[in-house]
């Protein structure tokens, strides 16, 4: 089975500092790469994707991730976080028809 | 308004009280899928569906069952809960898997087995 990995399971930034968590996962194939946001007590909505083409994918509300298929990681980036950036973090890999998360990163931002 | 719906979206049982989570889009997906969410653990699919009649075991499916009979519903069946199975669920649909590939959530349901 595929695992995900994200390395920080807790990060706390001030506003406007920049912000970089990890994901790596284990499968060698083909894979599409998603970034899952969850806000407090919400669903968890997509940030962004990677599925083929240019490695750096842009998403919403500023963020974007780099895919490094030589590292096996897709790390998520964000050059200016704000407050409302406080939310939970998932990292997932599709491989053919699992979808397989990371056990999440909680990001306090302090305004 | 596109969207998963579940139901309940809080639900208190006791051991072995059968219950059953629905769980229906609205947006045509061929694929849906049950997660369960669990402090340090992140996200474990519990259950997938291709297409009607078609279901799968995800990572953890010991204790769940589905059905798929309707393109729309996909429920997610707990014959004889228990303590163990207090989680909070997560039901997602995705137009199928790597195009586009993304999954759709629903609100989640938190269930306590006592």
């Known amino acids: 089975a595929q695992s995900v990995s994200q390395h920080n399971h807790h990060v706390i930034l001030s506003e406007a500092a920049s912000l970089e968590l990890g994901c790596n996962y284990s499968?060698?194939?083909?894979?599409?790469l998603f970034w899952y946001v969850q806000y407090p007590g919400q669903h968890l909505q997509l940030l962004l994707k990677?599925?083929?083409?240019?490695?750096l994918v842009k998403g919403i509300k500023g963020f974007e991730a780099e895919f490094i298929k030589s590292k096996f990681s897709f790390n998520l980036r964000k050059p200016s976080v704000q407050w409302s950036d406080t939310a939970e973090y998932f990292c997932?890999?599709?491989?053919?028809?699992?979808?397989?998360f990371g056990t999440g990163t909680s990001l306090t931002v302090i305004p | 308004e596109a969207q998963v719906t579940q139901n309940p979206r809080y639900l208190i049982t006791v051991t072995g009280k059968k219950l059953t989570v629905t769980c229906s889009q609205n947006m045509n997906h061929e694929y849906m899928s049950w997660y369960r969410q669990d402090p340090g653990l992140g996200l474990r699919q519990i259950y997938y569906?291709?297409?009607?009649?078609?279901?799968d075991k995800g990572d953890v499916p010991e204790g769940y069952k589905v059905s798929r009979k309707e393109k729309r519903n996909f429920p997610l069946i707990l014959e004889s809960p228990s303590p163990n199975q207090t989680s909070l669920y997560f039901c997602?649909?995705?137009?199928?898997?790597?195009?586009?590939?993304?999954?759709?959530f629903g609100e989640g349901s938190r269930l306590t087995v006592l």
């Open positions: 499968y060698g194939g083909t894979v599409n």
């Open positions: 997932a890999v599709n491989t053919g028809n699992q979808f397989y």
């Open positions: 997602a649909s995705s137009l199928r898997p790597g195009v586009p590939g993304e999954l759709f």
């Open positions: 990677y599925f083929s083409g240019d490695p």
């Open positions: 569906s291709m297409n009607v009649e078609v279901t």
